[in-house]
């Protein structure tokens, strides 16, 4: 007995996909193994850790709990998807990303996706964090690696580069 | 001259790629390709016997390509795994099986493994896999191993596997005539790694060439390499493993090789289709390693200004089910336990026990922050005893700075003695005594007391013995572009080694921090190689990719002069570009990528630089192109193996206040002081120090691996086990560094991977313990981690008992 298979449209950093997937199969999955966007990690499964934390109509989502069928029809933006086009191939990094680069916000790198989603959606809603809402943007996401202190530093500097680049 | 880059805060090159979601971690190799995926069957009995695996139904289901348990294992890969580090003390290690044969001896023992088209269909595979256990009674716990009523494994009497004792002078005599003593009961809990990706394995055999490609996250590739053709009877030279980006390790990863990493190579091999295993996270919890749960019993004796005059320690060390890593982690402890002082007499002892639960390996800091914590606990008691400050009685048992190199008399885990090369340990105190405000904590307890908050401040102080042997090497190649390709064979998980070792090498070998591109642990680059663990890499491949370029130099140097005609001497190499000292620019010089064509007497010509190349002559035309003692390529290798590891130290000290209704516990002010020698890049080593401390931090009030009495662990994921987010580790950690270089090296370069997370479970017992000093005096803190409840118990206890 096969699986039943859903064809499904996914509209991810901007560019339409087209493909045919059980109704099980994990967004995280979907992105990473069928689309090939390994930039979305997954590191328990469970929707606690953060690690693979994509934006689903702008609004921070733990793709490991959402089915792919289920993200159908909206927007989703990937850690791929939060360069700047500045004309160059690879495009410019964006605002959170220079931050992370500056401040040495990663070390393995594993968890970092999830930060980088959370914080860009995170400082949308409040472009301008005190230490402590820096603090409270980023206190559902697990970093096993860097004790978290350059992570707030990041997100405040990535206030301050959104705002310099405005 | 270059700017020198060692020492430099340089940004890290491979964050460019992590940053953009280009990593390659080992879960995106081989996406869109014809992969399977593998799942593995798991015990969910602590202890039993197997009567009986039915797997008749399995490939039945759509996409099942493979089922397998023991019974289809041959050959080596049927043999029990490899025991990788034996000690003639470990008299009765044993190690699992890649599928469990008769018994199971934990929850999360392979049982059976199948590969699929995808991993949901595998599992689903899985569940159609009926196993007929025998329950047999389980031993959970070092109490229930010690009383060994019943036995994880029917031949190892006791429950022990091994029993070790050192001794140095007569630590029992010592205590005997002591002017005073006490004794200690101090215990730690497990925990373990937990990096945020868990192990992964994928292997390909190309049938075309007879070779094997396994992309694996492990902490040392050449060791699975040469597993895995063991296992699988391959020539090791059919055999390349390609360590990819490693979303942590901790320790966890050294360890090798996993059922998995053979299971996948063989499966790739008997299906000629590539093969993925992922590890989720309750497998990473159930089926790899934990550490830290040991028991200790001190006996000190001391004098009237608290120096130790005998020292003698007990402790019982839970080794799990199984002992593939030897007695490292025990013997650390037993060894390290010594820190920065010098007993007048020390005996050790103790016993690594089984228990029917996850198998033991080193967790960052490997054994040493159970040993800081049983030294330090026993100076804040002397302290205690004696009324005296807790940093008098440290400082008065110090090694002082012009007794290096100090030998304390004992083997060190690598066989080698126990001799610490340098370090400065009271002048260390006095700057963590600034750092955290010593002497200034008196007037803010007052202050905190008024408004009636708890305070208490604590320190613990820790020498950890880095850069442990053999040997690491490394490989440095000019190409004619004039980029310099690097390799080293050790692994990275989040280090920065990209960054650190392009630094020296710029540094040596004069040329743009940019040219240089460093590959770690693949076996391709780089075949000999031990691996990154005991805070290793810097010391170790730092040394070796020194030394490497410093060769590569020798030889442009050498072709540099015949070209230039001028003398070695004289020349000079700054941003690639080779000349003589003292000539204007452009004239008499020559560039890296030009040496490079014309150390290769080869007859086509294929780029820029080797047309570049047709205006200078090299070599002597009377004498062969390749001379007989060169060869051709502007290349250098070689190798570091120091004689001994090298003694990084630090301090650590915090400020802590305890609630007196929730015994909730909150850290005010965290101070590091630190040594780790020379630093190639301060940014990075801050940064170990920060993920240190955090982890440290989980370790000391949150993190337990919670197993019942049936061998179940019950908080196998991250919603159960707490591990810190950002709300609850120290906001701001104030470092100050020392730099006392290590003679042993050529970078003067001591570790700091591990350093920040061993005296956590100690600086908080001290840290807690004094803050309810004056509201339960004499309530002791013996056993780590504290939570608010436990310590709410305490002080309950407490009231009852006074
Ligand atoms: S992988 Fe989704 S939250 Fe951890
Ligand atoms: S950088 Fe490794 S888990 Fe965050």
């Known amino acids: 007995m096969s699986e039943e298979l859903h064809e499904v449209r996914l509209s991810v950093n901007g560019v339409v996909h087209e493909l045919r997937v059980p109704a099980r199969r994990l967004l995280s999955d979907a992105l990473r193994h069928d689309l090939g966007l390994t930039g979305t990690h997954v590191g328990c499964e469970h929707g606690v850790c953060g690690a693979c934390t994509v934006l689903v109509d702008r609004r921070p989502m733990r793709s490991c709990l959402m089915f792919a069928v289920s993200a159908v029809g909206s927007e989703i933006t990937t850690v791929e ?86 | 001259m270059t700017t020198k880059l060692f020492g430099e805060k340089v940004p890290r090159v491979e964050d460019q790629r992590f940053l953009r979601g280009k990593g390659r971690y080992v879960d995106d190799v081989l996406v869109g390709h014809d992969l399977l995926h593998a799942a593995v069957l798991r015990s969910p009995h602590a202890h039993a016997r197997i009567v009986d695996i039915d797997v008749s139904g399995v490939l039945d289901v759509d996409g099942v390509h493979v089922v397998w348990t023991h019974d289809d294992l041959a050959g080596a890969m049927a043999d029990p795994l490899p025991l990788l580090i034996p000690h003639p003390q470990l008299t009765h290690g044993r190690t699992q099986y890649a599928l469990a044969k008769d018994e199971v001896n934990y929850v999360g023992e392979a049982i059976a493994f199948v590969v699929a088209d995808d991993r949901y269909l595998a599992e689903d595979a899985l569940g159609r896999i009926r196993v007929d256990y025998e329950f047999l009674p389980p031993v959970v716990g070092v109490e229930s191993a010690r009383a060994a009523e019943h036995l994880v494994h029917d031949d190892v009497p006791g429950n022990v596997a091994a029993r070790l004792e050192q001794e140095n002078g007569d630590a029992r005599g010592a205590i005997a005539a002591a002017p005073h003593t006490l004794s200690l009961d101090l215990t730690i809990e497990r925990s373990a790694s937990t990096p945020m990706e868990g192990r ?89 390693a934990h550490e830290r749960g040991q028991v200790h ?187 310099v390709k690097v390799a080293t064979g050790l692994t990275t998980q989040g280090q920065g080694h990209a960054t650190a070792f392009a630094q020296i090498v710029a540094d040596a070998l004069g040329v743009r921090f940019d040219r240089v591109e460093v590959v770690t642990g693949d076996t391709r680059r780089m075949p000999y190689a031990v691996g990154t663990f005991a805070s290793r890499a810097a010391v170790m491949s730092g040394s070796a990719v020194h030394l490497a370029a410093l060769r590569a130099r020798e030889k442009v140097l050498k072709i540099a002069a015949d070209a230039l005609e001028a003398a070695e001497d004289d020349l000079e190499i700054v941003d690639g570009v080779v000349s003589v000292r003292g000539t204007p620019d452009g004239t008499a010089s020559i560039d890296l990528g030009t040496v490079a064509v014309l150390s290769n007497p080869l007859r086509y010509a294929f780029d820029e630089a080797s047309k570049a190349a047709t205006q200078f002559s090299v070599g002597d035309p009377g004498k062969p192109p390749v001379a007989e003692d060169d060869e051709p390529g502007l290349e250098g290798k070689d190798f570091y193996s120091p004689e001994r590891s090298t003694f990084a130290n630090g301090m650590h000290a915090v400020i802590v206040e305890t609630d007196a209704e929730t015994a909730e516990i909150r850290i005010l002010k ?56 950002v709300t609850e580790v120290p906001a701001h950690i104030d470092i100050d560094h020392l730099e006392t270089p290590s003679p042993l090296n050529p970078l003067g370069v001591k570790g700091a991977g591990e350093a920040g997370v061993i005296p956590s479970a100690a600086v908080f017992a001290s840290a807690i313990e004094d803050a309810e000093a004056s509201y339960h005096p004499g309530l002791a803190i013996t056993a780590m981690p504290i939570s608010p409840s436990d310590l709410f118990a305490l002080r309950q206890r407490h009231e009852e008992s006074s």
């Open chain 2, 670 to 725: 965290y101070a590091v002081v630190h040594d780790c020698g020379r630093l190639i890049n301060p940014m990075i080593v801050e940064g170990q120090i920060h993920g240190g401390v955090a982890q440290g931090v989980g370790g000391a009030l949150l993190e337990r691996m919670a197993y019942d009495e049936s061998g179940q662990l019950v908080n196998a994921s991250f919603m159960d086990f707490l591990m810190p987010y």
């Open chain 1, 81 to 166: 998807g939060l360069t700047e086009q500045d004309g160059s191939p690879e495009g410019r990094l964006g605002p959170v990303q220079q931050a992370f680069a500056e401040c040495h916000g990663l070390q393995c790198g594993f968890c970092t996706p999830g930060f980088l989603t959370t914080i860009t959606a995170g400082l949308r809603d409040n472009p301008d964090p005190s230490e402590d809402e820096a603090r409270e943007m980023v206190a559902g996401n697990l970093c096993r690696c860097t004790g978290y202190v350059n992570i707030v530093k990041s997100v405040l500097r990535a206030s301050e580069i959104a705002r310099e680049r405005r």
């Open chain 2, 297 to 483: 019993h001190v006996e000190v004796g001391y004098d009237d200004d608290g120096r130790v005059l005998g020292l003698d320690v007990r402790f019982w060390h839970d080794n799990g089910a199984y002992t593939p890593y030897g007695l490292i982690v025990p013997i650390i402890t037993s060894t390290q336990l010594l820190g920065p002082y010098k007993p007048g007499a020390y005996r050790v002892v103790f016993e690594s026990l089984y228990t029917n639960t996850v198998m033991v390996t080193p967790y960052r800091g490997a054994g040493r922050p159970q040993g800081c914590f049983v030294m330090e606990r026993t100076m804040d008691a002397i302290a205690a005893a004696l009324g005296k400050d807790r940093t008098e009685v440290r400082a008065a048992n110090f090694i002082q700075p012009d007794e290096f190199p100090y030998d304390h008399g004992l083997v060190f885990q690598d066989g080698r003695e126990l001799e610490y090369d340098s370090g400065d340990y009271p002048g260390s105190l006095e700057k963590l005594k600034a750092l955290i405000g010593w002497d200034e904590f008196p007037v803010f307890r007052e202050e905190m007391e008024r408004e009636g908050r708890r305070v208490g401040i604590g320190l613990a102080c820790y020498v950890e013995g880095t850069g442990v042997g053999p040997y690491e090497g490394a490989h440095v190649h000019v190409e004619t572009s004039g980029k």
């Open chain 2, 200 to 288: 992964g394995t994928v292997a390909r055999w190309d049938p075309d060439t007879g070779r094997l490609t396994v992309w694996t996250s492990t902490q040392t590739s050449t060791g699975v390499r040469a597993a895995v053709a063991a296992k699988l009877g391959l020539d090791l030279a059919q055999v390349d493993v390609i360590t990819p980006d490693v979303g942590g390790g901790f320790g966890v990863k050294i360890n090798h090789p996993w059922p998995e990493e053979l299971l996948v190579p063989l499966a790739a091999r008997t299906l000629g289709r590539p093969v993925k295993f992922t590890e989720d996270r309750r497998e990473h919890f159930i089926s790899s």
